[in-house]
C-alpha cells in the first residue's frame, strides 16, 4: 500500500493565485514527519517545509503554509501568491519515528504533483 | 542553510565503466546520508542508506556490488556505479542530515547516461 499518496498529477494556478497541493500518508507510528520538497526542471531537490506530527501548530514558511489535518491523515501544501518560479515538481515525503524513535529518517516520498503557474 | 554538494552533475559514458558519485555535506557533520534514483517524471527511490564508518543499508531489490557505497567520513559519501550499462542510465540523488530530526538536504543530483 502507498504510504504517501498525491493523487493530482498535475495542477495549473494563475499567477499571484493561491493553489493546495495534496497529500495523503499511512502510518501507524505515532512519532512522525511530513516534508514537502520543489524539485525545478534542474534537477535539484529544495527543502520547503516539515511539520511533526505532534506539532499542534500547522507550518508556515514565508508563502508556504502546510495544512496539517492528523485525523484524515493529510497534509496539504499551500502556495499563496503563486510566482512564475514556483513552476515545479512538488514531493510530499513522510519519515516515520521522528520525535525519539529509532529510524534511520527514510524519506517515503509521494509521486510527485507538477505545478505550472500561469502569467 | 545547510549545503550538500554533489559531484558530477553529468556523466556520459561508456557501457562498462565504472561511474563514482561524491556526496559532500559542506557546513554540516552528516550523520545518515541516502541515495535516490529517479527516473523522468516519477518519483525518488530510495536506494540505500549510509552511515558513517559502518555498511551502507540497502533497499530490497537493489544489488549491493552493482551499486557500492563508502560513507568514509561525516562530510562524504561515495556511490560507485559499477561496470554500468545503459539500463544504469538515470538521475542519482544524494541527501544528507545531521540529526535525528533534521531534515533532509539534497545535493544537485547527477545525471547518468550510458551508451
Known amino acids: 500500500a502507498q504510504k504517501i499518496t498525491q493523487t493530482q498529477p498535475g495542477m495549473f494556478v494563475q499567477e499571484k493565485e493561491a493553489v493546495t497541493l495534496d497529500c495523503t500518508y499511512d502510518?501507524?507510528?505515532?512519532?512522525?514527519?511530513l516534508f514537502w520538497y520543489k524539485q525545478p526542471s534542474s534537477g535539484e531537490m529544495i527543502f520547503l517545509i516539515y511539520?511533526?506530527?505532534?506539532?499542534?501548530q500547522n507550518a508556515t514558511e514565508g508563502r508556504y503554509s502546510l495544512n496539517f489535518q492528523k485525523a484524515r491523515k493529510s497534509a496539504n501544501l499551500v502556495i499563496s501568491a503563486s510566482q512564475l518560479g514556483d513552476s515545479a515538481m512538488y514531493f510530499c515525503?513522510?519519515?516515520?519515528?521522528?520525535?525519539?524513535?529509532?529510524?534511520?529518517?527514510?524519506?517515503?516520498f509521494g509521486q510527485g504533483t507538477i505545478l505550472t503557474v500561469h502569467p | 542553510g545547510a549545503v550538500v554538494s554533489q559531484h558530477p552533475s553529468r556523466v556520459i559514458c561508456k557501457s562498462g565503466t565504472s561511474v563514482k558519485i561524491e556526496c559532500r555535506s559542506l557546513?554540516?557533520?552528516?550523520?545518515?546520508m541516502f541515495w535516490y534514483r529517479q527516473f523522468p517524471k516519477q518519483s525518488l527511490m530510495l536506494m540505500a542508506t549510509?552511515?558513517?564508518?559502518?555498511?551502507?543499508?540497502?533497499e530490497q531489490g537493489v544489488e549491493k556490488d552493482k551499486f557500492l557505497i563508502n560513507h568514509a567520513s561525516l562530510t562524504l559519501s561515495t556511490l560507485t556505479v559499477t561496470s554500468a550499462h545503459p539500463e544504469d542510465s538515470s538521475f542519482y540523488i544524494c541527501?544528507?542530515?545531521?540529526?535525528?530530526?533534521?531534515?533532509?538536504?539534497f545535493g544537485d543530483g547527477t545525471r547518468l547516461s550510458i551508451l
Open positions: 541527501s544528507a542530515r545531521g540529526g535525528h530530526n533534521q531534515p533532509q538536504h
Open positions: 502510518t501507524s507510528d505515532q512519532s512522525y514527519g
Open positions: 511539520q511533526g506530527s505532534y506539532d499542534e
Open positions: 515525503a513522510m519519515r516515520e519515528g521522528d520525535a525519539g524513535g529509532t529510524s534511520y529518517g527514510k524519506l517515503t
Open positions: 557546513d554540516f557533520q552528516a550523520t545518515t
Open positions: 549510509s552511515n558513517e564508518g559502518s555498511k551502507a543499508t540497502y
